[in-house]
């Protein structure tokens, strides 16, 4: 095999020094270049690289059921609370004078209600009556039941167990009903929340696994699960959003927080492209691609053998190894990495393979 391998490189070699004196003979000047011949990758490596944030499994912001003005916060930035826990309250002095009368109401009427149903028995009251009085403590015992309500609405309670990551309102404040007073984090699992473009949805499947990094934790390297991919795009950008579910230890999900910025690197993606383009791709290094002032990306090719020309590519996803081309190079054509800004189209180089 190691002699096969000599042979490849060795025949362009001896080529190209044949065609070197030659072009010396003639006086051209000739440009030492640092070149690779384009074999074939595996679409398999191909790498796409997306920006996420961090956040809880789950983010509730609470809120009262009723206006009334703030008298007590209990909790604040960065405390666990249990599910049922008390969180705050506002003033209930006047839900709590309607909640009296309306019991007291209610009393009245319950007691109307058993002394009419002894008489009704005793067939004595009218049939018509003894509607009337039924519907009394019907009525009754609803205003109780909204009455005790707006006493309950008057306290905020956690509808989960959780951390609390923002307080909106302090004490004082007068607050309206659907006002967010408290935000709530489920911290128990942690998720990261990114937008996907249009072109790459369609590659990305649920279970696909990442890996993630986190910038801020001092770049740490974690695992994830593809957990949720809509199904609609944004309006305005129309990019996807993907929820990635992390694997982590305890230890290392108590470095991570909510609204850390993080990277996140799929190859799922790419596992799908190889079956819908046949399977292999090239590739080449990233500094053998230029970009033209027309913005078309270009490598320069060896032809000739000892001759560059410029070569209009169409690139495809960066690799760990470099960059995929799907049109425009063949396997087995040579192009220049090294030395690019001293050649043009024509120039005669003296290259060296990169192994």
């Not at 309306?102 to 009419?116: I, N, V």
């Not at 390297?221 to 305890?250: C, F, M, N, P, T």
């Not at 960066?318 to 024509?346: F, P």
Request: aromatic share 4%.
């Amino acid at each position: 095999m190691k002699k096969y391998w000599w042979v490849m490189v060795m025949v362009p070699l001896a080529v190209g020094c044949g065609r070197l004196q030659s072009s010396e003979e003639a006086g051209e000047r000739v440009v030492n270049v640092g070149v690779v011949r384009i074999g074939e990758t595996h679409a398999s490596g191909a790498m796409a690289e997306y920006v996420g944030n961090v956040e809880g499994a789950a983010t509730v912001d609470v809120s009262f059921g009723t206006v009334g003005r703030v008298a007590t916060l209990r909790v604040k930035e960065g405390d666990k609370v249990t599910k049922g826990q008390l969180l705050a309250t506002i003033d209930n002095a006047a839900a709590a004078s309607s909640y009296e009368a309306a019991k007291a109401t209610l009393e009245r009427a319950e007691d109307g209600y058993r002394r009419a149903k002894m008489v009704y028995d005793k067939g004595s009251l009218p049939e018509v009556k003894w509607i009337e009085v039924q519907t009394q403590l019907n009525q009754a015992r609803s205003l109780c039941d909204v009455a005790q309500k707006n006493v309950t609405d008057c306290m905020l309670r956690a509808p989960m167990s959780a951390t609390v990551g923002k307080r909106y309102v302090e004490p004082g404040a007068t607050v309206s009903p659907m006002q967010p007073v408290v935000r709530l984090i489920d911290m128990t699992q942690m998720c990261v929340r990114m937008s996907v473009p249009e072109a790459d949805i369609a590659y990305i499947a649920k279970g696909d696994t990442v890996d993630v990094t986190v910038n801020a934790a001092d770049s740490l390297q974690l695992k994830g699960v593809v957990d949720e991919k809509d199904i609609s795009a944004d309006a305005v950008s129309h990019s996807y959003l993907v929820r990635v579910r992390l694997v982590a230890s305890k230890e290392e999900m108590k470095r991570v927080l909510p609204g850390m910025v993080c990277r996140v690197r799929m190859s799922g993606s790419a596992s799908h492209q190889e079956e819908a383009t046949g399977g292999t791709r090239l590739m080449v290094p990233n500094r053998a691609v230029q970009i033209g002032n027309d913005g078309q990306r270009y490598v320069w090719k060896v032809v000739d053998s000892n001759r560059v020309e410029r070569c209009a590519v169409t690139i495809g996803d960066l690799t760990a190894n470099g960059v995929l081309v799907t049109k425009g190079l063949e396997k087995g054509d040579i192009v220049v990495t090294d030395g690019t800004q001293k050649i043009a189209s024509g120039s005669v180089v003296n290259f060296n393979f990169e192994f």
